[in-house]
């Protein structure tokens, strides 16, 4: 008889079935990786202790990076190739950065997304962004001591395509499977949500490092609705640095620094910021390069009098969502305060009047959006069943497609839930026409000019018609992570295109795979390794997906479909003995294509149990 | 039976939700029944599963999403009748309104473009508040066309002469917005 096994206190008896999911806070400022551990979300720390990780990287001339608060030390000494802020360049061009001034940085003009001149090359913020979320990684694989299922990150709800495309390009070339990208006011109602019990409209206000983001959400019975979503996504803690940083010139009359000096000055603004949040005042000191002695005094009475424009620009886009919502203030149960930045008296007295009661402050507002994304993660990754709540999302921008004259047609308006399909037709502005530009463009304006523009395709082959005969019917689907697909369609014809929308700067396959190799040392073995690896726990876990689904639902199959399914498992089980990840795609994706029907029917038996409860309350009634 | 997840999809939209197909709705039994359909069939159920339930859960979730909005908004949910009962609103082609309705949206607009001249909050939101009383009197009529009646073309007629009085609701809210601003 075998002996009984007693697992290590703390251990859970079962590690094999838990699969090992994060949820990631990929900050402006800093990053935090979290996880459920015994039903709880926890931050991850790292060796010292230290939960968060600056979200700071340096290149160095051998090519090695250094990244967090080693990168962060560095910053004042070798600002140029210290990249700190990142995230305010995701899926960004030259324009769009063109107002954040004084920054340190040689920005190269790539098509789409700028890129910044370093010693070791020049370096796209995704791949600067891969950086910290490795770093992360290898963070939790270590602490968990297992290969990660995969991670939910988090965005801030106001990122347009480009954005959320870039940080999933990121979370790819740091060998990330991403579960989900989640919007940050969401995961943090879920962190609160669940430790609260709460129920009603809910306002998240995040002020982050480098972005502002004001969600209503609607919590009721185990459903989390985020019912309108505004922001701005180029407003934050740095801003409040940055007023201090021109007070200090203003009161010192220093100009023309170095950027060496800036960064100093940035970093002594950034503390005093800080100090304020428990001092009354704070003395402002630096030496600059050149010998010359920096020493104020900022109160907070000026603090909060050269910063009451950035304040009230939070207030604007938290008005904005209510009316989108239909709400008034006094319909608010609750505001929940995320984010570094909230800690600052000034903000946290605005909230409070604004509203007209005391915002939420009992999880830590740097580690609450961590802590819901881990929360999700494990929902997601299978752990546990997530019957207890659902999160329905919704798109923060419009999206819409060039027609003439420049000006926009909104396909899908914003704060749709999402996924979301929607299909429109058009037709020929000229006889005779055979190609037509579709030109696909996010925004709340009317002008193509004033949009973003995401991505540009043609539908070629349109039989000569009247102007005016064609029917091109465009589809624009948006999928659970808030990414766009578009298709089209000519009716008469049948002649189709479609674009799986990469704005004009997003990573294509090949380029991440490229990347991945490049960073790669011992390329090719690891390669083949890690998709070995890759596809055994791939095919592993539809066997068991399959088997559980036979299990539970197993009389909706005849003797014959049960057969074919059962054969086919039974060739994935051989090639997950062997070593060739090829044949195991394979077999993985014959025993797909044979439960597809069987899928079907197990999703509508799904919804006509989840309807039954109803329809015999209509008979009674 | 291999088609049985079509045939699902397929099913109006009140059928998918348990409903009886009326304008008149038991709005918390539609929220209700929707929440309970995405708890079944959302991404997020089936993150963990392979390619083909994710697809499939992609599909039916969007579904869900699109009739759960037809339904809810009542302009959609009576061009959603109309259609079923093979009668359309044909708003875009027509355009005959009657000559009181067209005095009456000129007034409107005259009215709030002095408010938004004036700068005028107060106006707005009186005016908003007039329109919102309208738009309900005239969804009771449409009630009554459609469900009691069952006039489909008075009915249509009052989604065209309703998406007019929507449009003024947009511009209402428009103006509100760039006062605050």
Same mark, same amino acid.
């Given at each position: 008889?075998?002996?009984?096994?007693?697992? /290590?206190?703390?251990?859970?008896?079962?590690?094999?079935?838990?699969?090992?999911?994060?949820?990631?806070?990929?900050?402006?400022?800093?990053?935090?990786?979290?996880?459920?551990?015994?039903?709880?979300?926890?931050?991850?720390?790292?060796?010292?202790?230290?939960?968060?990780?600056?979200?700071?990287?340096?290149?160095?001339?051998?090519?090695?990076?250094?990244?967090?608060?080693?990168?962060?030390?560095?910053?004042?000494?070798?600002?140029?190739?210290?990249?700190?802020?990142?995230?305010?360049?995701?899926?960004?061009?030259?324009?769009?950065?063109?107002?954040?001034?004084?920054?340190?940085?040689?920005?190269?003009?790539?098509?789409?997304?700028?890129?910044?001149?370093?010693?070791?090359?020049?370096?796209?913020?995704?791949?600067?962004?891969?950086?910290? *979320?490795?770093?992360?990684?290898?963070?939790?694989?270590?602490?968990?001591?297992?290969e990660?299922v995969g991670?939910?990150?988090?965005?801030?709800?106001?990122?347009?395509?480009?954005?959320?495309?870039?940080?999933?390009?990121?979370?790819r070339l740091?060998g990330l499977n991403?579960?989900?990208?989640?919007?940050?006011?969401?995961?943090?109602?879920?962190?609160?949500?669940?430790?609260?019990?709460?129920?009603?409209?809910?306002?998240? @206000? =995040? *002020?982050?490092?480098?972005?502002?983001?004001?969600?209503?959400?609607?919590?009721?019975?185990?459903?989390?609705?985020?019912?309108?979503?505004?922001?701005?996504?180029?407003?934050?803690?740095?801003?409040?640095?940055?007023?201090?940083?021109?007070?200090?010139?203003?009161?010192?009359?220093? +100009?023309?620094?170095?950027?060496?000096?800036?960064?100093?000055?940035?970093?002594?603004?950034?503390?005093?910021?800080?100090?304020?949040?428990?001092?009354?005042?704070?003395?402002?000191?630096?030496?600059?390069?050149?010998?010359?002695?920096?020493?104020?005094?900022?109160?907070?009475?000026?603090?909060?009098?050269?910063?009451?424009?950035?304040?009230?620009?939070?207030?604007?886009?938290?008005?904005?969502?209510?009316?989108?919502?239909?709400?008034?203030?006094?319909?608010?149960?609750?505001?929940?305060?995320?984010?570094?930045?909230?800690?600052?008296?000034?903000?946290?007295?605005?909230?409070?009047?604004?509203?007209?009661?005391?915002?939420?402050?009992?999880?830590?507002?740097?580690?609450?959006?961590?802590?819901?994304?881990?929360?999700?993660?494990?929902?997601?990754?299978?752990?546990?069943?997530?019957?207890?709540?659902?999160?329905?999302?919704?798109?923060?921008?419009?999206?819409?497609?060039?027609?003439?004259?420049?000006?926009?047609?909104?396909?899908?308006?914003?704060?749709?839930?999402?996924?979301?399909?929607?299909?429109?037709?058009?037709?020929? @502005?000229?006889?005779?026409?055979?190609?037509?530009?579709?030109?696909?463009?996010?925004?709340?304006?009317?002008?193509?000019?004033?949009?973003?523009?995401?991505?540009? +395709?043609?539908?070629?082959?349109?039989?000569?018609?009247?102007?005016?005969?064609?029917?091109?019917?465009?589809?624009?689907?948006?999928?659970?992570?808030?990414?766009?697909?578009?298709?089209?369609?000519?009716?008469?014809?049948?002649?189709?295109?479609?674009?799986?929308?990469?704005?004009?700067?997003?990573?294509s396959d090949g380029e991440i795979a490229d990347m991945l190799k490049?960073?790669q040392?011992h390329a090719h073995d690891d390669m083949t390794a890690r998709s070995l690896r890759e596809q055994q726990v791939d095919g592993g876990r539809i066997l068991e997906a399959v088997?559980?689904? *036979?299990?539970?639902?197993? /009389?909706?199959?005849? =003797?014959?479909?049960?057969?074919k399914i059962e054969e086919r498992m039974a060739a994935l089980r051989v090639t997950l003995e062997g070593n060739a990840p090829q044949a195991i795609k394979n077999a993985a994706e014959a025993l797909n294509r044979a439960t597809e029907?069987?899928?079907?029917?197990?999703?509508?038996?799904?919804?006509?149990?989840?309807?039954?409860?109803?329809?015999?309350?209509? *008979?009674?009634? | 039976?291999?088609?049985?997840?079509?045939?699902?999809?397929?099913?109006?939209?009140?059928?998918?939700?348990?409903?009886?197909?009326?304008?008149?709705?038991?709005?918390?039994?539609?929220?209700?029944?929707?929440?309970?359909?995405?708890?079944?069939?959302?991404? &997020?159920?089936?993150?963990?599963l392979g390619e083909v339930e994710r697809r499939?859960?992609?599909?039916?979730?969007?579904?869900?999403?699109?009739? @759960?909005?037809?339904?809810?908004?009542?302009?959609?949910?009576?061009? @959603?009748?109309?259609?079923?009962?093979?009668?359309?609103? &044909?708003?875009?082609?027509?355009?005959?309104?009657?000559?009181? +309705?067209?005095?009456?949206?000129?007034?409107?607009?005259?009215?709030?473009?002095? #408010?938004?001249? #004036? /700068? #005028?909050?107060?106006?707005?939101?009186?005016?908003?508040?007039?329109?919102?009383?309208?738009?309900?009197?005239? /969804?009771?009529?449409?009630?009554?066309?459609?469900?009691?009646?069952?006039?489909?073309?008075?009915?249509?007629?009052?989604?065209?002469?309703?998406?007019?009085?929507?449009?003024?609701?947009?511009?209402?809210?428009?103006?509100?917005?760039?006062?605050?601003?």
């Open positions: 008889m075998a002996l009984l096994q007693i697992a /290590e206190p703390g251990l859970s008896a079962a590690p094999h079935q838990h699969r090992l999911a994060v949820g990631i806070d990929l900050g402006t400022t800093n990053s935090l990786v979290a996880t459920v551990r015994s039903s709880i979300s926890v931050v991850l720390n790292d060796e010292d202790g230290r939960a968060l990780l600056p979200s700071v990287v340096r290149y160095l001339a051998d090519g090695t990076t250094e990244v967090g608060y080693a990168a962060q030390a560095m910053q004042s000494v070798d600002p140029h190739n210290t990249v700190v802020s990142a995230k305010r360049f995701m899926g960004r061009g030259v324009s769009d950065i063109a107002a954040i001034v004084n920054l340190p940085y040689q920005f190269v003009d790539a098509p789409g997304m700028v890129q910044l001149k370093t010693v070791a090359g020049v370096k796209s913020p995704v791949e600067v962004s891969a950086e910290i *979320l490795k770093a992360l990684r290898a963070r939790a694989e270590k602490s968990l001591g297992g990660l991670a939910v990150i988090t965005v801030p709800a106001y990122f347009d395509d480009a954005q959320r495309q870039a940080t999933k390009d990121a979370a740091a991403v579960l989900r990208l989640l919007n940050e006011p969401t995961a943090a109602a879920v962190a609160y949500g669940l430790d609260n019990a709460a129920e009603g409209i809910y306002v998240v @206000y =995040d *002020l982050g490092g480098g972005t502002f983001d004001v969600s209503i959400l609607r919590l009721s019975r185990g459903v989390f609705e985020v019912m309108a979503t505004n922001g701005d996504s180029a407003l934050g803690g740095d801003d409040f640095d940055h007023r201090i940083y021109c007070w200090v010139l203003e009161q010192t009359g220093l +100009f023309a620094l170095s950027a060496q000096d800036t960064r100093l000055l940035l970093t002594r603004a950034r503390e005093a910021k800080e100090e304020l949040t428990f001092h009354p005042e704070t003395r402002i000191t630096a030496v600059l390069s050149n010998g010359q002695a920096v020493d104020v005094l900022l109160t907070s009475k000026i603090f909060s009098e050269i910063t009451l424009s950035l304040v009230n620009k939070t207030l604007a886009p938290t008005r904005k969502a209510l009316r989108d919502a239909n709400l008034g203030v006094e319909d608010v149960k609750g505001v929940v305060m995320v984010g570094g930045a909230t800690r600052m008296p000034q903000i946290q007295r605005a909230v409070g009047e604004f509203f007209g009661q005391e915002p939420l402050n009992n999880l830590d507002p740097d580690k609450v959006v961590a802590l819901g994304a881990a929360i999700q993660a494990n929902v997601l990754a299978g752990n546990r069943s997530g019957d207890e709540w659902l999160l329905l999302d919704v798109i923060p921008l419009s999206l819409g497609l060039e027609t003439m004259g420049g000006l926009v047609e909104k396909v899908i308006t914003r704060n749709s839930t999402i996924p979301v399909a929607r299909a429109q037709e058009f037709t020929t @502005y000229k006889d005779g026409q055979t190609a037509m530009s579709i030109h696909v463009v996010q925004g709340e304006r009317e002008l193509v000019s004033d949009c973003r523009s995401l991505a540009k +395709f043609e539908l070629r082959g349109i039989p000569p018609m009247a102007a005016g005969a064609a029917r091109v019917r465009v589809t624009f689907q948006v999928d659970a992570d808030g990414l766009l697909s578009v298709s089209a369609r000519e009716k008469n014809s049948g002649v189709e295109a479609s674009v799986m929308v990469k704005p004009s700067y997003g990573l490049a960073s040392q088997a559980a689904a *036979l299990a539970e639902d197993g /009389e909706l199959l005849n =003797d014959a479909e049960r057969g029907s069987f899928a079907g029917r197990r999703m509508n038996r799904s919804v006509q149990q989840a309807l039954a409860g109803h329809k015999l309350e209509e *008979l009674e009634s | 039976m291999s088609n049985m997840a079509m045939f699902s999809l397929e099913k109006n939209h009140f059928a998918l939700f348990g409903l009886a197909p009326a304008y008149r709705l038991d709005l918390t039994q539609l929220e209700q029944s929707y929440r309970d359909i995405q708890a079944q069939v959302h991404p &997020d159920k089936h993150a963990h499939l859960a992609m599909q039916w979730s969007t579904h869900a999403n699109e009739a @759960y909005q037809t339904l809810r908004q009542p302009l959609a949910r009576a061009r @959603y009748l109309l259609q079923l009962n093979g009668a359309e609103s &044909d708003e875009n082609s027509n355009t005959a309104m009657s000559p009181a +309705f067209l005095m009456e949206q000129m007034e409107w607009r005259e009215a709030i473009g002095d #408010a938004k001249a #004036a /700068e #005028a909050l107060a106006d707005l939101e009186h005016l908003a508040g007039r329109l919102r009383a309208e738009i309900r009197q005239r /969804e009771e009529k449409l009630q009554q066309a459609l469900d009691v009646e069952r006039d489909f073309a008075a009915a249509a007629e009052q989604v065209r002469e309703l998406k007019f009085m929507e449009k003024l609701r947009e511009e209402i809210h428009f103006a509100l917005e760039a006062l605050e601003n």
